[in-house]
């Protein structure tokens, strides 16, 4: 059982930056795939980012590559997702989720999820 907790979200003009943070309870955090999605009013939830258990390998969808980082500290219990250069169009709620394998997009692959923490970009 993995418990999943984010934070880092607010309100931010298009062109800042905003580090999200995911913090997980249980020992065997190192283990998990962790992935992160968002949800815009309206529409679906998205895939966004995903990385391996170790932290060494990173994926990322089309549209917030190289703009958008990935990483862990596994100590920590902790995944970031550091979101620079924000447009209007990366508003929503977003969460973090612990999967099963790598690289994994689909919603129906993650185990745990977190609440979400609301990001708006304002224009």
């Known amino acids: 059982q993995v418990q999943l907790v984010e934070s880092g979200g607010g309100l931010v003009q298009a062109g800042g930056s905003l580090r999200l943070s995911c913090a997980a309870s249980?020992?065997?955090?190192?283990?998990?795939?962790m992935g992160w999605f968002r949800q815009a009013p309206g529409k679906e939830r998205e895939f966004v980012s995903a990385i391996t258990g170790s932290g060494y390998s990173t994926y990322y969808a089309d549209s917030v590559k190289g703009r958008f980082t990935i990483s862990r500290d596994n100590a920590k219990n902790t995944v970031y997702l550091q979101m620079n250069s924000l447009k209007p169009e990366d508003t929503g709620v977003y969460s973090c989720?612990?999967?099963?394998?790598?690289?994994?997009?689909?919603?129906?692959?993650?185990?745990?999820w977190g609440q979400g923490t609301q990001v708006t970009v304002s224009s």
């Open positions: 249980g020992r065997t955090f190192r283990t998990y795939p």
């Open positions: 989720a612990a999967g099963t394998y790598y690289p994994a997009t689909r919603e129906s692959t993650y185990n745990y």
